[in-house]
């Protein structure tokens, strides 16, 4: 499989959100090696008390089995509270219970090859949901941070996470 181009990609910032301390660093240098900003969060309610400060979270990638919360109870109160904020959820588990919400998904391990893909289907060309959500939440004139041109490639050799 070839690299894949991230020219018509703009930055986002990206709220990562696991209990694994070396899982959410893992995730988050793939974010930032691609040229994105990435927030870590070692919970889904350190999670939510970011969103709730933070009006600028492009979206949120969420481990699902995590204590207290899981990471699909974390999605339904972030489309309750904070409706434009996609929410991916990241497991190791095939099936999710709970998943009625039809949420994108990550399987762990994942590569930087696999965040690309997601990435591109959230926020490339062709992912119109995300551009309309994203325009709603900041206003046409306001088209938010762009990805400077700069090819990011995702190479088969990366690390998984």
Known sequence: MGPFRLDALRAC????VDDDPIVAAGTAAMLEDLGHRAIEAGSAESALEV??????IDFVITDHAMPGMTGTE?????????????????????EVPGD????PRLSKPYRQEELVRLLVSLV????PPFRAAFQQRRGPSDPGP????????????????
Do not use: F, K, T
């Open 13 to 16: 910032r990206v709220l990562v």
């Open 74 to 94: 974390l999605a339904e109160r972030i489309r309750h509270h904070w409706p434009s904020v996609p929410v991916v959820l990241a497991s190791g588990y095939p």
């Open 146 to 161: 762009r990805h400077d041109g700069v090819a990011a490639v995702a190479r088969p050799d990366d690390h998984p996470i």
């Open 100 to 103: 009625e919400l039809g949420l």
């Open 124 to 127: 490339g060309v062709g992912a």
């Open 51 to 56: 969103l709730s400060s933070q009006s600028d």
